[in-house]
């Protein structure tokens, strides 16, 4: 199924169908951290099924704006990613959250806004240190000529 073939031939149409859903911009926020596993994002997106997420990803998979590698911690896991063009998205979700902001300040219901920590988790100090250390672990085994398969 191919999701693309779907979009908007209007760019902001094309751009918030891209976005749409209850939990894409939620992932993207969550992947502004780096790479992570789908056990990973699932732990820290409070609320979200496997099955739901593994389709949002798909979908941003599908659109460019994420893309999937070998996990660097472990040989048999999957880590998602933004792609440059995801990276691109991040000035775009920072306006999209100030805008929400000013939003609900202009409707008068500020007192109805949720902080991110809400909705996603802190990711822990001790992953994101055993995922570098393990990141330059491989890079070293890539550069001697060994391939981590």
Not at 63 to 85: C, K, N
Not at 92 to 107: C, P
Not at 136 to 143: E, L, M, P
Request: glycine fraction near 6%; charged fraction near 30%.
């Amino acid at each position: 199924m191919k999701i693309i073939k779907r979009l908007p031939g209007l760019p902001v149409e094309r751009a918030l169908k891209v976005l749409s859903g209850r939990w894409k911009a939620v992932i993207l926020y969550a992947l502004m951290d780096g790479p992570q596993r789908t056990c990973d994002l699932e732990n820290r997106i409070v609320g979200i099924s496997q099955k739901v997420l593994i389709e949002q990803l798909r979908a941003l998979e599908e659109h460019g704006v994420v893309s999937r590698q070998p996990s660097a911690v472990d040989s048999q896991g999957i880590e998602y990613l933004l792609t440059p063009l995801g990276e691109s998205l991040r000035p775009v979700l920072d306006s999209l959250i100030e805008w929400g902001a000013h939003h609900a300040k202009e409707l008068d219901e500020v007192d109805r806004l949720l902080p991110c920590s809400a909705v996603t988790r802190e990711r822990t100090k001790a992953r994101e240190k055993t995922e570098s250390t393990s990141r330059t672990a491989t890079a070293k085994r890539r550069q001697a000529g060994f391939s981590n398969r």
